[in-house]
């Protein structure tokens, strides 16, 4: 059983010839026909369903799947019936099939004739403006965009071809790249935290006159927030990715293919490499750079620059090897009685 | 004095048997009229008011309240001239008379001219759709239910009876139940965080095609957002609440009557059993199960299955009592000077 | 370089006697003009830079600007041909000064043909309605507001004059003085997080029949949430600033001037004082104190009342010199080997 057809109707069917070519294979019987993809328990006899890793092995021998993507050590293990489609990254290539089956939605040109799209406004060819959308005053929208009921183009905002604005979502004071997505109510391009307390404790707002600069491919989470830069540009690299609830502060920028996850902060100014990972709930402070491929554990909260390739972890933050010792002897710790020795449970 | 009256103007009066009959007490005076609820501190003589626990006693004892809903214990505290209501739950009593006096507001059924409904849309009788609101093709909503300014329904989504967004709210790819609330800026069925990178570092994304599952009276708070299953269901037992802020990861199913504070967030095929707590900015990893009535503390970070009826506090997350032992050990060490006797201010 | 004129077209030029005045500095040269504010780095002879501390020093001596407001201290460090400014508080100067070149856009008065404005709603004089906002019945919109695209402000709403609702902000149950700025997808006065669980699970919703009190100068961040009181108000008191992302429960207050950085979270009724900083991502549990000018650590998480001026930080949260000296104490253990020795890179 695929997806359900209300939300998400499967093309196809799709011959097998097609399939393996989006998965870099080549087959023997390439004019099978499959109707969808499913998970292992759940897929049926025209369905294509993945093993990654082993823990899902046993699912993986009482599968009735028509075709299955497997490393070739669990090849061994697919059930007679079902077709073993062997590739060193199984979950990839279900990826890869998978949106063969259920392609992103195509645009539907045209303006919903709720929307307030501004005289001087230049809309690309095929572009989609859905209901009550707001284009502001000389925005530039590529061609092939979907702009979702609500969402908000602000004044003199450049948005390349391919891009999603779902709904609600807004974007002010943004020059973006090619398929970049904003998820339902994210928020780019509002004026940051920027104010100078005086000595009475009133709170002068500096002005905030910088941009946001999103990379082609850039995809922002549902709710989440990027500021402008106060001067200059905050910058996220391409590719890079932010989950929900996220929050990106004036001037920060990024590299290539970030992924900061859900309800993650980053403060003004802080510098992200290529590549760099940042858990959930973690807290960055501003003026601090992470090295290429560092990794920011979940709920981390890092005061100082991260070199390259380093994993920290922990509020402050260590090297995850050092705070999981500390850690560890915390626990032995509180399980010591008060003569020395240790007892009871741990 | 009561609420303000521009935005919440009390039902009444109302007389005392029917006050009674809704906390489950009988009375003797039934005929006696009140006119709303109020604090202790500032109910006046056609008012009532509550003590829940001890902490309120003076306020109790000085009260110009009409009634008051009290423990036993309490009743001799309650002064001269206020009627003192004995129930064993105070505060609950409160809760069902305060509804009497302040209702959940009715919809005023009919569509406003500026919302845009899909021709194929159902729409129950006696639902309200506000202005601007946008109701996708196919979409089905119950009857008595209020769909807020600005909010979306998306297409082929199924809305039970008696529910409400209120403004701006969205929902996508869903099946909701009957009462379900999704409140101010609440995000729906987004598309997860699912994507396989390659080893150049491609962000490939894994098609979202599942969908939300809402029981029956859930509660979704302001800028909260529920990701739809990748494939499969992410589900919201019957009764759960969502407060604001909160982060639901997708393929996350949880039981009957779960509590979710403001800014807690559980990632991805996590399962909560039934009447499970997590209190606020909590985070969860992935694919962990937690049990029934089991209980995370506020800033936890649980990254291993919870039995059921434990607490866990702390990040990473243990038993809360060990965690306890830990900090106050600790507390203690940081309090010992170099040459190991302790002094100072601990 | 200064701003983008696509999105921030700067006033002027202005003549430095202007400049002056906003600064509250005396000069020579009154009249000669410049053109705009601008970094260090990026500033032509026609603009103005600041320095603030000495971290940007080398910045100074390389400077092309203009002029510089500058410390006494740093004054012989800028290089001839640029004009220094001396102030003792060189920012603050700065961001008096780009307020002459970048002000607040001005409302443009009238009222958009797509919004939805109650009969009986009232608008001030020169007020800005956007594109599909909705005011409700008996709202009252004061003189030289900006309410911009999609935002709502609410049935019996007081707004003050001078204030600015930006893209689809919200604003309920709520009585806002002058000067008020909710940011995109801003929620107040939303339903609090109030209900009695009874013995069988049932979570039975408490009324919140209480408003949201803005004092004059709120600023609310993007996305960030403030509940409505359960009875009585929830109120922020004049010049305080949230970031985006936070949560406000139901009947916190705040006093003067507090500000409250992203993502973090104070529960219901939990009372700040005065100048009270709240730093990203902390969490504050309900019906505690913090103290005038109490400062609170990214992160913390903060369970009982904290004295006036003090600093916390850590979760559970402690006066920051101890917490500091925990940490150091466990990071010491961590690198102590089994036969007390300490040894290996710490």
Same mark, same amino acid.
Request: glycine content about 14%.
């Given at each position: 059983?695929?997806?359900?057809?209300? @939300? @998400?109707?499967?093309?196809?069917?799709?011959?097998?010839?097609?399939?393996?070519?989006?998965?870099?294979?080549?087959?023997?019987?390439?004019?099978?026909? +499959?109707?969808?993809?499913?998970?292992?328990?759940?897929?049926?006899?025209?369905?294509?369903?993945?093993?990654?890793?082993?823990?899902?092995? %046993?699912?993986?021998?009482?599968?009735?799947?028509?075709?299955? +993507?497997?490393?070739?050590?669990?090849?061994?293990?697919?059930?007679?019936? &079902?077709?073993?489609?062997?590739?060193?990254? %199984?979950?990839?290539?279900?990826?890869?099939?998978?949106?063969?089956?259920? /392609?992103? /939605?195509?645009?539907?040109? !045209?303006?919903? %004739?709720?929307?307030?799209?501004?005289?001087?406004?230049?809309?690309?060819?095929?572009?989609?403006?859905?209901?009550?959308?707001?284009?502001?005053?000389?925005?530039?929208?590529?061609?092939? &965009?979907?702009?979702?009921?609500?969402?908000?183009?602000g004044?003199?905002c450049?948005?390349?071809? #391919?891009?999603?604005?779902?709904?609600?979502?807004s974007m002010e004071h943004c020059i973006a790249?090619?398929?970049?997505?904003?998820?339902?109510?994210?928020r780019v391009g509002n004026e940051?935290?920027?104010?100078?307390?005086?000595? =009475?404790?009133?709170?002068?707002?500096?002005?905030q006159?910088g941009r946001v600069?999103l990379?082609?491919?850039?995809?922002?989470?549902?709710?989440?927030c990027v500021d402008r830069g106060?001067?200059?540009?905050t910058?996220? #690299? %391409?590719?890079?990715?932010?989950?929900?609830?996220?929050?990106?502060?004036?001037?920060?920028?990024?590299?290539? !293919? &970030?992924?900061?996850?859900?309800?993650? #902060?980053?403060? !003004?100014?802080?510098?992200?490499?290529? +590549?760099?990972?940042?858990?959930?709930?973690?807290?960055?402070?501003?003026?601090?750079?992470?090295?290429?491929?560092?990794?920011?554990?979940?709920?981390?909260?890092?005061?100082?620059?991260? /070199?390259?390739? =380093?994993?920290?972890?922990?509020? /402050?933050?260590?090297?995850?090897?050092?705070?999981?010792?500390?850690?560890?002897?915390?626990?032995?710790?509180?399980?010591?009685?008060?003569?020395? =020795?240790?007892? #009871?449970?741990?």
């Amino acid at each position: 059983m695929g997806a359900d057809p209300r @939300f @998400f109707p499967a093309q196809g069917p799709i011959a097998l010839s097609a399939i393996a070519m989006a998965a870099g294979l080549s087959v023997d019987d390439g004019e099978r026909l +499959f109707t969808d993809v499913a998970s292992l328990a759940e897929a049926g006899p025209t369905e294509i369903a993945f093993l990654e890793g082993r823990r899902m092995l %046993p699912a993986l021998r009482e599968t009735r799947a028509g075709a299955v +993507f497997v490393s070739a050590a669990a090849a061994k293990d697919v059930p007679a019936g &079902c077709l073993a489609l062997v590739t060193e990254t %199984p979950q990839l290539a279900y990826a890869r099939v998978a949106a063969l089956f259920h /392609p992103s /939605p195509a645009p539907v040109p !045209g303006i919903h %004739p709720t929307a307030v799209v501004a005289p001087d406004a230049r809309i690309g060819e095929g572009t989609e403006i859905g209901p009550h959308a707001v284009i502001g005053a000389g925005a530039e929208i590529g061609a092939g &965009c979907i702009i979702g009921p609500q969402a908000i183009v602000g004044a003199g905002c450049v948005l390349g071809p #391919g891009s999603v604005l779902r709904a609600q979502a807004s974007m002010e004071h943004c020059i973006a790249g090619a398929r970049v997505v904003l998820a339902q109510g994210a928020r780019v391009g509002n004026e940051g935290f920027g104010f100078i307390t005086t000595s =009475t404790g009133e709170h002068v707002t500096v002005p905030q006159v910088g941009r946001v600069i999103l990379g082609d491919g850039v995809e922002i989470g549902a709710n989440s927030c990027v500021d402008r830069g106060a001067g200059g540009d905050t910058v996220l #690299g %391409p590719g890079t990715r932010l989950d929900n609830l996220v929050q990106i502060g004036h001037n920060v920028k990024t590299g290539r !293919g &970030c992924v900061i996850v859900a309800q993650a #902060g980053i403060a !003004g100014s802080a510098e992200l490499g290529d +590549f760099v990972v940042i858990a959930a709930q973690a807290g960055l402070v501003g003026h601090i750079t992470i090295g290429d491929k560092a990794r920011v554990g979940a709920q981390a909260g890092v005061m100082n620059d991260v /070199p390259a390739a =380093t994993d920290v972890v922990g509020s /402050p933050a260590w090297p995850a090897r050092e705070t999981l010792r500390a850690f560890a002897k915390l626990r032995q710790l509180a399980a010591t009685k008060r003569d020395g =020795t240790s007892g #009871g449970t741990p």
